[in-house]
């Protein structure tokens, strides 16, 4: 009877080791925020913030699981940009920033800047993504990135809007741009 009850008893152990060994913790991908540089209560003059206008200072935060994993200040004009946070099969984590130089109606550019996230954010790449090819046309890329077939990033431009002048219009229509392949 004893033996009987030690088999149950050991059935049940293996049992809760063998679902506390094979049910891995989900690992989420680190998240992305903009928040400005510039607290509420801070005058717009003088302007130490290193942009032409104190509310273009903004600054990328990489958080995992509400832990700041990294940090990166840059401008942005009117105060606007957007960001996001892919890996690739490989588990490599990228950040995308996405945001605005100049002032003015037509007279800006977006752009479009990878960093790889190993304990800094590093710099891989970027892009314009939109800029005025006429006075009031401009040329605008939509884009996808995920991870590439053959490892790495892959980032893919789709030209979108109006096109203005020739002169200031990519020739190819869609672009694949890849960061790390093969790796």
Not at 1 to 30: E, Q
Not at 68 to 89: P, T
Request: glycine content about 10%; overall charge negative.
């Amino acid at each position: 009877m004893a033996t009987k009850i030690l088999r149950i008893c050991a059935v049940i152990v293996m049992s809760w080791a063998t679902l506390a060994g094979t049910t891995p913790a989900a690992h989420a991908v680190p998240k992305a925020e903009i928040v400005s540089r510039v607290s509420p209560n801070q005058s717009a003059a003088p302007n130490f913030t290193g942009c032409d206008f104190t509310g273009d200072a903004m600054r990328l935060v990489i958080t995992d699981g509400g832990k700041e994993l990294a940090r990166e200040d840059f401008c942005s004009s009117y105060g606007r940009a957007k960001a996001s946070v892919v890996a690739d099969q490989h588990g490599r984590t990228y950040a995308l920033l996405e945001y605005t130089e100049g002032r003015a109606p037509n007279a800006t550019t977006t752009y479009l800047a990878v960093f790889r996230l190993t304990a800094e954010l590093l710099p891989e790449l970027r892009i314009p993504l939109s800029w005025g090819t006429g006075p009031t046309q401009r040329f605008t890329y939509a884009y996808d990135a995920g991870s590439d077939p053959s490892g790495g990033l892959q980032i893919t431009l789709r030209g979108t809007g109006e096109a203005g002048s020739e002169c200031c219009v990519p020739p190819e229509k869609v672009e694949t741009i890849r960061i790390d392949a093969g790796e």
